[in-house]
């Protein structure tokens, strides 16, 4: 089992930036990439960014340029850097690792409000 924390969210004002970070503990060996997805009201949770133990990262369309993920393996941590925030990236974001199994863990969510 893998349980996963996040923190950082907040109300920030457009243009404002957000630092959330998300600490792993349990069979941290098991985690192969770890992420960030959202969820808006109304909407489907879609997938924010990823990064592989060995750095690559991923990103949506929505937030390149914008939102840098980064990820500190002796502190089984995994952060998103979010600059230049927009009112359409409100939503709760969920902190994501997937085991070698193809096991998908979630923390519990961290509401990020952006007010225009």
Avoid: H
Avoid at 61 to 84: C, E, H, P
Avoid at 85 to 111: P, R
């Amino acid at each position: 089992q893998v349980q996963l924390v996040e923190s950082g969210g907040g109300l920030v004002q457009a243009g404002g930036s957000l630092r959330l970070s998300c600490v792993a503990s349990g069979n941290i060996g098991s985690i192969k990439p770890m992420g960030w997805y959202r969820q808006a009201p109304g909407k489907q949770r879609e997938l924010v960014a990823s990064i592989t133990r060995g750095g690559v990262t991923t990103y949506s369309d929505s937030v390149k340029g914008r939102f840098t993920i980064s990820r500190d393996n002796a502190k089984n941590t995994v952060y998103l850097q979010m600059n230049s925030l927009k009112s359409e990236d409100t939503a709760v974001y969920y902190c994501n690792a997937k085991s070698i199994w193809s096991v998908d863990y979630w923390g519990q969510g961290t509401q990020v409000t952006v007010s225009s």
